[in-house]
């Protein structure tokens, strides 16, 4: 018995000695760490948290220019679908022609206008048409049917429908009369005037022409780079110059000032202000100006000019009939020597040659 308990207690000292359990360490509890080997710090342990991806900030395109309302290339893409044409009454008949007082619509507006139909049968395919763009005149004194009516009579004699229109705000057509030179909204009664004109039972929609005098030169000129649809255009005493010519070298007298406050007035010095000088900014100027894209007339022009003229500088004409040369478009230039901005010593002369010159290119 006492050599059992001697051998069992030899045992007991000899396990200790072999470090079985690490020292300082009991049944059930975790190791401590073992001497000459380094002890992790937390840094090297590894994070229970994934890591997220850092997000890319976005980046906001920069906003599209809104294109100024008398960009060219703006109004092409604008829609003028125009409207059935109502005679609203029967006026006095002329020589050899019908003339009623019509009126159509203009992004909603109803616009009035004169409406002459020659008598007889139409040849195939209807009458040839011409769209009759008037000069400046108050918008307050304007009268549908007073001012050029010589000028209406001499086409309507000749075998041409003619629609001479007023411009929204005057007479009776609605809207406001804004101007010509600084809004839009005469040129869009023009083009839908043209639409319209098409959509007439009587009128042929492929022989289109359009007669414009000073203001409304710039106006059948504007339009014959924006539509298609004019085959032709004559221009008397045109305010046909590009902007920065418009600027620098025009001065109108008083009696194209329109006395109707804030009518048309203050584009030159307010626009300069917002786009600068079109030595500053051409590209703004080009886009707004007719003769930057003389290269896209829908036609041939006809430009008649007063030497004497003292409302429109007959530099305007002559400096279009360069332009539309370079440009390889056709275009027949005549001058009156001291005739003034009617052309009432030529009168006669000046609408033959008009009469010619539509007959050549609509007839």
């Given at each position: 018995?006492?050599?059992?308990?001697?051998?069992?207690?030899?045992?007991l000292i000899?396990?200790a000695g072999?470090?079985?359990?690490p020292?300082?360490?009991?049944p059930?509890e975790?190791?401590?760490?073992?001497p000459?080997m380094?002890?992790?710090?937390?840094s090297?342990?590894p994070?229970?948290?994934?890591?997220?991806?850092?997000?890319?900030?976005?980046?906001t395109p920069s906003p599209?220019?809104?294109?100024?309302?008398?960009d060219?290339?703006a109004?092409?893409?604008?829609?003028?679908?125009?409207s059935?044409?109502v005679?609203?009454?029967e006026?006095?008949?002329g020589?050899?022609?019908s003339?009623?007082?019509?009126?159509?619509?203009?992004?909603?507006?109803?616009?009035?206008?004169?409406?002459?139909v020659p008598?007889?049968?139409?040849?195939?395919?209807?009458?040839?048409?011409i769209?009759?763009?008037?000069?400046?005149?108050p918008?307050?004194?304007?009268?549908?049917?007073?001012?050029?009516?010589a000028y209406?009579?001499?086409?309507?004699?000749?075998?041409?429908?003619v629609?001479?229109i007023?411009?929204?705000?005057?007479?009776?057509?609605?809207?406001?009369?804004?101007?010509?030179?600084?809004?839009?909204?005469?040129?869009?009664?023009?083009?839908?005037?043209?639409a319209?004109?098409q959509?007439?039972?009587?009128?042929?929609?492929?022989?289109?022409?359009m007669?414009?005098?000073?203001m409304g030169?710039?106006?059948?000129?504007?339009?014959?780079?924006?539509?298609?649809?004019?085959?032709?255009g004559?221009i008397?005493?045109?305010?046909?110059?590009?902007y920065?010519?418009?600027?620098?070298?025009?001065?109108?007298?008083?009696?194209?000032?329109?006395?109707?406050?804030?009518?048309?007035?203050?584009?030159?010095?307010?626009?300069?202000?917002?786009?600068?000088?079109?030595?500053?900014n051409?590209?703004?100027?080009d886009s707004?100006?007719?003769?930057?894209?003389?290269?896209?007339?829908?036609?041939?022009?006809?430009l008649?000019?007063?030497t004497?003229?003292?409302?429109?500088?007959?530099?305007?004409s002559?400096?279009?009939?360069?332009?539309?040369?370079?440009?390889?478009?056709t275009?027949d230039?005549?001058?009156?020597?001291?005739d003034?901005h009617?052309?009432?010593?030529?009168?006669?002369?000046?609408?033959t040659?008009?009469?010619?010159?539509?007959?050549?290119?609509?007839?």
């Amino acid at each position: 018995m006492r050599r059992t308990s001697l051998w069992v207690l030899a045992v007991l000292i000899l396990v200790a000695g072999c470090g079985i359990l690490p020292a300082g360490s009991a049944p059930g509890e975790p190791p401590t760490a073992t001497p000459g080997m380094p002890t992790p710090t937390p840094s090297e342990l590894p994070s229970a948290t994934p890591t997220l991806p850092t997000a890319t900030p976005s980046i906001t395109p920069s906003p599209t220019p809104t294109p100024h309302p008398m960009d060219i290339q703006a109004m092409r893409a604008g829609s003028y679908p125009g409207s059935d044409i109502v005679i609203e009454q029967e006026l006095e008949r002329g020589a050899n022609y019908s003339r009623y007082y019509a009126s159509y619509l203009s992004e909603g507006l109803k616009i009035y206008a004169l409406l002459t139909v020659p008598d007889g049968e139409p040849p195939a395919g209807g009458w040839p048409a011409i769209v009759f763009n008037h000069g400046y005149i108050p918008p307050s004194v304007y009268r549908t049917t007073e001012r050029y009516v010589a000028y209406v009579d001499w086409l309507a004699r000749n075998g041409y429908i003619v629609f001479r229109i007023d411009y929204r705000g005057h007479d009776r057509s609605e809207g406001e009369a804004s101007g010509a030179y600084s809004s839009p909204g005469y040129l869009v009664d023009v083009l839908n005037a043209v639409a319209s004109i098409q959509r007439f039972p009587q009128a042929n929609p492929d022989k289109i022409g359009m007669w414009g005098h000073s203001m409304g030169g710039f106006l059948t000129l504007r339009a014959m780079v924006i539509s298609k649809e004019i085959k032709v255009g004559v221009i008397w005493a045109g305010v046909v110059a590009s902007y920065p010519d418009m600027l620098y070298n025009w001065r109108r007298s008083p009696s194209v000032i329109t006395p109707t406050p804030g009518v048309g007035r203050g584009w030159r010095s307010g626009w300069m202000s917002v786009y600068g000088t079109p030595e500053e900014n051409p590209a703004f100027w080009d886009s707004i100006s007719a003769n930057s894209f003389l290269a896209d007339l829908s036609g041939p022009i006809q430009l008649h000019h007063g030497t004497a003229d003292t409302e429109v500088p007959l530099d305007f004409s002559l400096s279009l009939a360069q332009q539309i040369q370079a440009a390889g478009g056709t275009v027949d230039l005549h001058t009156y020597a001291d005739d003034n901005h009617n052309i009432s010593n030529h009168f006669d002369i000046a609408m033959t040659r008009t009469i010619e010159f539509f007959n050549r290119y609509l007839k």
